[in-house]
């Protein structure tokens, strides 16, 4: 009886832990928001529809995506396109003070992407920051350009995403996506998507920009 006394309070001791811990990590999850989570399933999906649209073509072997996300236009960086009051009368679209308030919110550091997200028919493959400055040193002219496609022969430049904001009904998103493709090459938007019949869809190029 001694025996079976003195064991039992170490049961109920071991239980309590048990239960308690469990329970805690999954109060931590669900406090957690889709910023911290990182970037979001949806959000790869919209990538690779607006990558398929903008830089594929029917000859792409292969894409090369900047691992890091960026937030804005690196030319002109106190520009913030999704604090303008734009509103296209005709369609009755304007951006959404929830929308922009995500984007900065989710933009407010560098997120690692992870290339199996993405849902492309070709070969996908990210570089890394290093990368970038072992082969350009800062230097975009055209022989630092001659190494790259020495050792990225199958794709075209490289693509640069942002995190991607969301209004609170979750049916309007705001990105920018660019890309560089050599010396004077290259092209940069900030886009408005509307969801329409559960489908992303492109309604309006609010900052464009081409190099050629």
Not at 18 to 47: H, K, M, W
Not at 100 to 129: C, H, M
């Amino acid at each position: 009886m001694k025996g079976s006394f003195h064991a039992l309070p170490l049961i109920l001791i071991f239980s309590v832990l048990f239960i308690s811990f469990p329970v805690a990590s999954i109060a931590v999850s669900l406090n957690q928001s889709d910023t911290e989570r990182g970037v979001s399933s949806e959000e790869y999906e919209i990538y690779s529809s607006i990558i398929k649209d903008l830089y594929m073509e029917p000859k792409t072997k292969q894409l090369v995506i900047e691992e890091r996300t960026f937030r804005y236009d690196f030319a002109v960086q106190d520009d913030e396109p999704w604090r303008d009051k734009w509103k296209d009368k005709k369609k009755g679209l304007a951006i959404d003070d929830s929308a922009a308030d995500d984007y900065e919110l989710r933009n407010g550091q560098k997120w690692l992407l992870n290339k199996d997200s993405f849902k492309l028919p070709v070969k996908v493959t990210l570089i890394t920051d290093l990368d970038l400055k072992s082969i350009f040193h800062g230097n975009w002219g055209e022989l630092p350009w001659i190494d790259y496609y020495r050792k990225f022969p199958d794709a075209r430049g490289f693509v640069m995403l942002s995190r991607i904001g969301f209004n609170t009904a979750k049916n309007q998103a705001l990105i920018y996506v660019g890309s560089r493709c050599g010396p004077g090459c290259g092209d940069l938007h900030f886009l408005l998507l509307q969801k329409e019949n559960g489908a992303w869809v492109t309604k309006k190029d609010l900052r464009k920009k081409e190099y050629r």
